[in-house]
């Protein structure tokens, strides 16, 4: 089957190859693959910034499609079914962190940019009706860590002030989508102002530039006090911006630190304030099942960029490496 | 009557004053001080590190002692009763914080180093029968501090592994007798081998330098794998190797940074594990009633280091400063 594999010795390191179908193994199956979306993590994988990467692995983790064949002993009513597959593998029992052998698809594990996927028949879900290939491929890595991010971890109550750092990105985006569908009111922040004006469309209700040194000030003004719940994936030099405009109380949680570390925190402000910070990644299987039903009720539509098809796999993750995209890059077998 | 004021013009900043008596207003009631305590607090205001700071203001935060009289309206069975002051005033409806109209007994309010206070009623408690007067006055704004960073922020439950840094301070031997008291098993942090030592006579189960550069490992070896709840009053660069001796899933509560602000943070490791950084000061009367059900019903004796005669108030903050103190500074009128 054709895949597009880590090449490391290749000058785009990646590359589309003939590759053999894996092998199912015992309560493992089959999915033949609709739509994949690209997350960092591939790009990442890609730049060799992960620890033993080797050639040859197929990358992916966000996934969507049809099962095709199921293990001996794995419920054969399976087959045919159209499925959401949850990258995060082998979690554990606690929902506060996930155990010593979770892992995500798409590297060790071959994922998901291939015309199949074998994964763990527990790692399926009934792809929500109104979703088309593309939205629930979508899904899983950015939607589940939004997710936790606003709910396990922030504990996002409906009418709380609620800030998105760093819109256009798909956690950014699903967090938005998300918080506003819990009942939240939400902003965002971008440096670009066509996204700024994606967010005010999509229903938030201000956008700030953070480029701009008055942000802070616009945003205490505007929320009268400042955010009871911040998401944010950059952290470095302006988090504590992010402690400016956190209401007394309230809470930060970040998902990512594309910045780098965060600078040195005003501490008395933290201690004061009574304020939390809060790291998150991924989220436990009853994090992803919530997600689902979240998206079920409120009938909600992930934010699609691009599509482009498995051979043109190259000029996605361009585009993502760029940080052009306004949802989430798709790639289709 | 007697007590002990801000004198910023003079060399000791404070000094033992003749004052009037303050008036008592609706609603308060005035305490003959039985015994008063120290708090870093109290040096600082000496040390001139608040802003609004004026001449004349009696200081101290902590006392206890005996109802002498009420203003008309309140109930005068107080009369003669045996109590606790409060220091945390106004707080507020929220549980999470403080309101805008917060403050702490001993500036700008006068406290309780001198003859006798006024306070309002409703920050009288009832002194445990098993608290000498000493040990009454001890307890306020540090036992208070202690209890939430353990228990509303950092949800402590029984058997997990607790880390309180910088053993020696109030705060700190206040988390580590109410952890005990609570079921968790606890670890105490210092620079001094005499603290270690009276720590782990108290019952910590280790006791680490960390001015050994070894710590870190030794505590990760010794708690098979790192705190599940940390209470810190330092921050400051190494703040970072508490992130590396907290479990993942774990949690950091800071209550002061006589550190300074917290060096760069290691962004990936706190989302990575999905830790809580939580500050936290003081604490809601909810928090206060239940430290001294936990008192009463433990039979908890805070530490006292030393006590001095009010005549003697310079001693008792130079000692202070100096952070020779193991266990509170009691001053008697």
Known sequence: MKAIVLNLDSKEKISLTDVQESIIGPGEVRVKIKAAALNHRDEWS????????????????????????????????WIGKEVIINASINWGDKQSVQGKNFEILG???????????????????????????EEAAALPLAGLTAYRALTYQGQLEDDENVLITGFGGGVAQFAAQFALALGAKVSISSSSPDKIKKGLKMGAS????????????????????????????????????????????????????????PGKLEARRIFWNQLKIMGSTMGSDKDFRKMIQ?????????????????EKAIDAFDRMRAGEQMGKIILKP
């Open 46 to 77: 890609r730049q060799g910034l992960y620890p033993n990467l080797k050639s040859g692995i197929i990358l992916g983790s966000d996934g969507a499609g049809v099962v095709s064949e199921v293990a001996k002993g794995v419920d054969t009513s």
């Open 206 to 261: 201000f956008g700030f530039d953070y480029t701009n040194p008055n942000w802070v000030d616009k945003a205490i003004e505007a929320t009268q006090g400042g955010f009871d719940l911040i998401i944010d994936g950059a952290a470095g030099d302006s988090f504590n911006q992010l402690i400016q405009v956190c209401k007394p109380g309230g809470r930060i949680v970040f998902y990512g630190a594309t910045r780098g570390n």
């Open 294 to 310: 979240l998206i079920e009720q409120k009938e909600i539509h992930p934010v699609i960029d691009q599509v482009f098809p498995l």
């Open 107 to 133: 590297m060790p594990r071959n994922g998901t940019f291939a015309e199949n996927v074998v994964v763990p028949v527990d790692r399926l879900y009934q792809k929500p009706d109104h979703l088309t290939w």
